[in-house]
């Protein structure tokens, strides 16, 4: 009898080591995929701030060119340390967003449990509506908590801006450091490179590059997180944290119904297609083979309406993070061009489908 009790113990003992391993080997796979995307994250941020000049897009090439031109300009101004610009506050905002999600969304199922008795009771098209209305909950609530996180990064990033480098450069904006209101400043990355890398950035001349940082006295600021976010108060006040809430809430709502739209529609076509797409051999697979063959369709159908909800939230996130900037009359990095492109019906109007050319660098990526 202790024997076995023995056992017991030695075989929990080595489950729980064994799941500890697991645990970790999975945090450090995530991590690195996390550092190894972050960079297209940096890309996509500055195309959804950078609205290419040309009105109604230009197309995919026009499209291409800018987003090399921003990619050029990255590297000339941050090197290869702003490729993970807002680094640390980015962890920080995927960390309280899925904690925050999941823990509202455990409160909810257990709020409304989804049991045996509740499934057959109800439709199938009832158990998608029910799941995704409570996942639309625990979306918005998580959005709502992050959101200064996301909105900090933003005007972290907005520093890797082309227009920021000239204010950065500029007398004004130096004074305008020193009064507190450095929203356009970048000079966490100003003295890390040469004045030709500089010039060619920012479109002035290397002399003016040479004037400005000569005679600057140390008032520029290295916009961290903290001082970000003190700057986005002195701008706005605590609300100023929240800028672009309600398109970010938005997205989250226009994510869900289209999932749900787009689950529910291919789900029922795919009902009536698959008998003439499955082939001749079908009715001799075992039972097991056939749950399997079924399993396989399901995922790629989840993931094709993953993307779909995707797409739909796509252009609420490139408002949301435009109106980071547009906020406050006296963010000096926002551009009028982007101050004419902060809403979605001016930015649909003015940009159409370029909108969306961001999105390939988000799949990539992630959503972050």
Not at 280 to 295: D, G, K, Y
Request: a neutral charge; glycine letters at 8%; charged letters at 10%.
């Amino acid at each position: 009898m202790a024997s076995s009790a023995g056992e017991r113990l030695i075989d929990d003992h080595t489950e729980a080591e064994e799941a500890y391993a697991e645990a970790v080997e999975a945090s450090v796979v995530g991590l690195a995929q996390f550092l190894a995307q972050y960079p297209l994250s940096v890309v996509k941020v500055l195309v959804q701030l950078a609205p290419q000049s040309k009105d109604g897009g230009g197309g995919l090439m026009l499209a291409a060119q800018h987003t090399a031109e921003l990619m050029k300009h990255l590297w000339a101004v941050g090197g290869l340390a702003g490729l993970w610009h807002g680094l640390s506050v980015s962890l920080g905002y995927v960390m309280v967003y899925i904690n925050a999600n999941q823990a509202v969304l455990a409160g909810l199922n257990t709020l409304f449990p989804t049991d045996a008795a509740w499934v057959l009771a109800h439709s199938r098209r009832a158990f998608l509506l029910k799941d995704a209305l409570l996942s639309s909950v625990s979306g918005l609530v998580a959005t709502l908590i992050a959101k200064p996180l996301q909105v900090v990064r933003t005007r972290m990033l907005a520093a890797l801006l082309p227009q920021a480098l000239p204010l950065a450069l500029s007398p004004a904006a130096s004074a305008a450091a020193s009064s507190g209101v450095a929203a356009a400043a970048a000079a966490t990355f100003v003295r890390r490179q040469s004045l030709a890398a500089l010039a060619a950035a920012s479109r002035i001349s290397a002399s003016t590059a040479a004037a400005a940082i000569a005679a600057d006295t140390g008032s520029w600021p290295c916009l961290g997180a903290w001082a970000t976010a003190g700057t986005i108060v002195a701008e706005a006040g605590a609300s100023g944290l929240f800028a672009g809430l309600l398109p970010s809430l938005a997205g989250v709502l226009a994510q869900q119904f289209a999932y749900v739209v787009a689950l529910d529609a291919l789900d029922s076509a795919w009902s009536f297609l698959a008998p003439y797409f499955r082939s001749a051999q079908w009715n001799e697979l075992s039972a097991l083979e056939q749950e399997t063959v079924v399993a396989g369709e399901r995922s790629a159908m989840v993931r094709l309406v993953h993307t779909i909800g995707l797409v739909a939230m796509y252009p609420f996130e490139v408002i949301a993070r435009r109106q980071a900037l547009t906020y406050s009359s006296r963010s000096l990095i926002a551009s009028p061009e982007l101050r004419k492109r902060d809403t979605l019906a001016t930015a649909w109007a003015t940009d159409g489908f370029s909108l969306l050319h961001g999105f390939v660098f988000s799949q990539m990526a992630g959503w972050y």
